[in-house]
């Protein structure tokens, strides 16, 4: 690794360790940085030229041209810096996301002072996609943000950064963020997952099937006025024009439990990629499933929690 990347590295991991986490964050003066751009040092450059310049040949124009900028860029210096501190940022909290997937999640601006806020930038570190966004005059605004996490489990949001050249682009002022919040990832579901494995009955532990092989559950009957939309079995309404419910009392009737070695797959990824396309298909059709881990087991039960408890489950496995 050359050196000099190598330093800056260790600079900048020892830099990011000193910053607490925290989902809601007002910048200051004490977590505001500001440098001059390339352009701030080309001026700087350019002024320095001019003096001696003027100097020089004793150029009353040329010192009067040469103070009013340099006096420019020193008022752009403090309303650079102005325009980052005092804002106020707060995360919400990401939902969420499958392996592979993106996860988004949004940022609120705060801004307390009666004079707006230009150019204010926001951005993952080390993406280098910036979001650009204004904020009113005692007012608010949101900006969302993106990144793909690496792997499933459950990942700490990335480092955050906010920034502005606001007004001339002479000055480059920054603020770093690692906020607290946690985004789940679960394993990415298998694109053609095979039928539901054999389901178990309550009574006799008999098995029988789970789905059959046209890919419906057992347990249909005509359609009963109060039934929910989701017990409707659409595509038999698509095909005949006769509405058909699944009924539920013989669905809450199976037990399918769902587990590494039903999946017949040797990878442990594959297996839980598997094992998610099951808890999604079974949550679908309204069955109770349950899930067996190594050293974990989830009682069968079926709904928005119980899926999401499924999920979280693989996702940590």
Not at 164 to 171: C, D, E, Q, S, Y
Not at 293 to 306: D, M, R, S
């Amino acid at each position: 690794m050359n050196p000099l990347r190598f330093l800056k590295a260790r600079i900048q991991t020892w830099w990011l360790s000193r910053l607490p986490f925290a989902d809601h964050i007002t910048l200051n003066q004490h977590n505001v940085y500001i440098l001059p751009t390339r352009a701030g040092l080309m001026l700087a450059v350019t002024l320095l030229v001019l003096l001696v310049a003027s100097i020089n040949y004793q150029l009353n124009l040329g010192y009067l041209l040469t103070f009013l900028l340099a006096g420019c860029a020193l008022v752009a210096m403090h309303v650079a810096h102005a325009t980052l501190r005092g804002l106020t940022m707060h995360l919400i909290v990401p939902d969420a996301c499958y392996t592979g997937a993106t996860a988004q999640f949004f940022i609120n601006l705060q801004n307390d002072r009666k004079r707006p806020r230009y150019g204010v930038s926001i951005a993952v570190q080390g993406l280098g996609h910036w979001v650009d966004t204004d904020v009113a005059a005692q007012s608010g605004t949101s900006v969302q943000l993106a990144f793909t996490p690496p792997r499933r489990g459950l990942h700490r949001l990335p480092t955050l950064t906010a920034r502005t050249l606001f007004p001339l682009g002479t000055f480059r002022v920054w603020a770093l963020w690692r906020p607290a919040a946690q985004v789940m990832v679960y394993p990415a579901p298998e694109t053609h997952p095979p039928p539901l494995p054999a389901s178990s009955a309550q009574s006799g532990k008999r098995s029988i099937p789970g789905v059959q092989q046209a890919g419906e559950p057992d347990g249909l009957r005509p359609y009963r006025r109060g039934d929910a939309l989701k017990a409707i079995v659409w595509k038999k309404a698509a095909k005949t024009g006769e509405l058909v419910s699944r009924d539920q009392t013989a669905l809450q009737a199976l037990q399918l439990w769902l587990e590494p070695p039903l999946t017949q797959l040797n990878p442990l990824e594959a297996q839980l990629s598997r094992l998610c396309a099951w808890v999604l298909m079974a949550e679908k059709q309204g069955l109770r499933y349950g899930l067996r881990l190594a050293g974990q087991e989830i009682a069968p039960a079926n709904g928005a929690a119980h899926q999401q408890r499924c999920l979280q489950a693989l996702a940590l496995a």
